[in-house]
């Protein structure tokens, strides 16, 4: 089957633009969740969505939004972007949520963003 | 102090050795414990995950849970170059009719020499 797909895999902004990540889950997974990967703080949650609605958020500022769509497609924007956003946003999905046991979550190839 | 800590290495070994990769944690809360392998370029993917304390192999991966010195190690024998990756711990507390959010270490950067 089809794994989580992300869009697009490479982009370069300049500061102050925004982005917009897209993610299409697996098909039957209804929780989506997005990370942050940096080399200098590892992989640090955004948050997560479940049947459209955000169910759990991480320690992130206002700039960071996300929506889920009724096909479980989600999506994520950062506004106002900083040289500190540069990273590797990775999205995952899986049937039930992130922290249920042997509810195994899937992610996807990231999106590596570049800010100049 | 953070919530869990994990050296990040890099850690290089010759093939075959037995590699020992290891996290400590802070929140007493954690029920979960997971590992996940992440080749270069790619995401992450589940190697294992275990809920008690003790040990659960899975083929050459062992991976080992003491709660009581807050403390997960997972063992790869016989280790081979397609090892080589980076290795994240991941822990979650108990779900409570939600999400309960994972909270990965840094990751170990592991090579395996031939």
């Known amino acids: 089957k089809a794994g989580v797909t992300q869009t697009p895999r490479y982009l370069i902004k300049t500061r102050g633009q925004q982005v917009t990540l897209s993610c299409s889950p697996i098909?039957?997974?209804?929780?989506v969740s997005w990370y942050q990967q940096t080399p200098g703080q590892g992989l640090q949650f955004l948050f997560e969505?479940?049947?459209?609605?955000?169910?759990n958020k991480g320690n992130f500022p206002g700039r960071f939004s996300g929506r889920q769509f009724s096909n479980s497609r989600s999506e994520m924007n950062v506004s106002t972007l900083e040289l500190g956003d540069s990273a590797l946003y990775l999205c995952?999905?899986?049937?039930?949520?992130?922290?249920?046991?042997?509810?195994?979550?899937?992610f996807g190839e990231g999106s590596w963003l570049t800010v100049v | 102090q953070k919530e869990v800590e994990q050296d990040p290495g890099p850690l290089s070994v010759p093939e075959g050795a037995i590699v020992s990769l290891n996290c400590t944690y802070s929140n007493s809360a954690f029920q979960y414990f997971m590992w996940y392998r992440q080749y270069s370029r790619k995401g992450p993917e589940l190697l294992m995950y275990t809920y008690s304390s003790g040990n659960k192999e899975d083929g050459r991966f062992t991976a080992q849970v003491d709660k009581s010195s807050k403390y997960i190690s997972l063992f790869i024998r016989d280790s081979q170059p397609s090892d080589s990756a980076t290795y994240l711990c991941?822990?979650?507390?108990?779900?409570?009719?939600?999400?309960?959010?994972?909270?990965f270490g840094k990751g170990t950067k592991l090579t395996v020499n031939p």
């Open positions: 969505y479940f049947s459209e609605t955000q169910r």
């Open positions: 991941a822990m979650s507390a108990r779900p409570q009719g939600g999400s309960e959010k994972l909270v």
């Open positions: 995952a999905s899986s049937r039930q949520g992130q922290g249920n046991p042997g509810n195994t979550i899937y």
């Open positions: 098909s039957g997974h209804r929780s």
